[in-house]
């Protein structure tokens, strides 16, 4: 993903009724808005162009010189440039106006260039000049951001602070139907909040996630509401609404709504959508690192990494820390009988079975194979010791498991906690199999 100011928001220009167009810092053109395409052609593309090839004259004629193009004052350091230019020698007078592009930092990244007819238009682009910096740094800001959460907070903050709503939620859709995952007020009251929502939801999941953008009004709260959808790949996957209390109290000032609010939101709404699909990615991602894919328990490596944690709290709280390790029994002779699929069914349906044996608290891992491990924290060896035997009796389809347990004591690492309760398994398995045999780190204590 590119983060470059000036190439990043092209999207915001594309759609003007006037000429428009963003320069980098070095000069060239990144992009052009159709109607600056039919005064100065591209030919090739545009980023063959700098702004010394976009020719305008002053009031007499004369042509601007590179020199002194208004582009190249404002990339030499001037806040925003105004100036009656004409686009041909016998042209008509526009107002040109340009102005610099910064980052949240101040850096200098380019420059925003527009020709119109008014000549009161100085606010328009410095509008669109702000909506563009305010695009490419919540763009710099959401690539750094893996959690979808942190990315509708980011989002929604934004959004609340750049369109002067009182109010602004992000929805996802979802199996269950459409859920608020975000929400910003200012001065949005709860009863009113609960409106909006109450609104939203009745019937709203098609209108709300699936239907075009629209604009509301509601006379009795004085609020207008813009649902904006999300969309990624033709798909729709939520929304972000922004609600106005009062901000728009005549029909008439809607077309403001519309106009440039429309465009800021709706590219809002696309750095939503890649956001929350971007997170979605990375998560599903690293649960792929970390989770068995059969029985979507932790794996061997996050195995490792969770108990390292456990023996850190338990050191740091001096709570006591049992670990057990389960292996089913003769478990290749059931698949050789049964055949792998069998064998794969048993296995997701054991861990599944133990798994609600378990607390929450507790870290449940498939080691490899038919071997499983299991943390539990706060635990001593009496409790370990019942949890054991909840788990051995939980076995589901009328098969075996061993287990071996270890209590830590308090000075044993990772590898010596585990090495015991190997130990302890293996006398279990030799014990003749189907019961639990527990051990300390340094010699196995009893045989159940």
Known sequence: ?????????????????????????????????????????????????????????????????????????????????????????????RQLITVALRDGRGELHGALMTLQDAVDTDDRAQDYASDIQILAEISRTLAAVEDADEAAAVISTVTLGSTGACAVLLWRADADGTLVISHEESVLEEDLMGAVTDRALAGAHLAVVQMGTHVDQSAEKDLVLWHEPLTYGGVAIGALSVIWCGAFDQAESLPTLTERLQTLIGLLGQQAAVALERAKLLRALGDAARLDSLTGLVNRREWSSSLDKELSRARRTHEPLSLLLLDIDHFKQYNDRYGHPAGDRLLADASTAWAEQLREVDVFARLGGEEFAVALPCCGLDGALQVAERLRAAMPHGEACSLGVCVWDEQATAEELYAAADRALYSAKEGGRNRVVASLPDAVLQPA
């Open 1 to 93: 993903m590119r983060h470059d100011i000036c190439f990043l928001n092209g999207l915001a220009i594309e759609n003007l009724g006037f000429p428009a167009v963003i320069c980098r810092r070095d000069g060239s053109i990144v992009v052009q808005n159709d109607a600056a395409q039919a005064i100065w052609p591209s030919g090739g593309g545009a980023e063959e162009l700098t702004f010394g090839d976009l020719a305008l004259f002053r009031d007499s004629g004369e042509q601007v010189s590179k020199e002194d193009h208004p582009l190249g004052v404002a990339l030499a350091g001037q806040a925003r440039v105004s100036e009656r230019v004409r686009t041909a020698p016998d042209g008509d007078l």
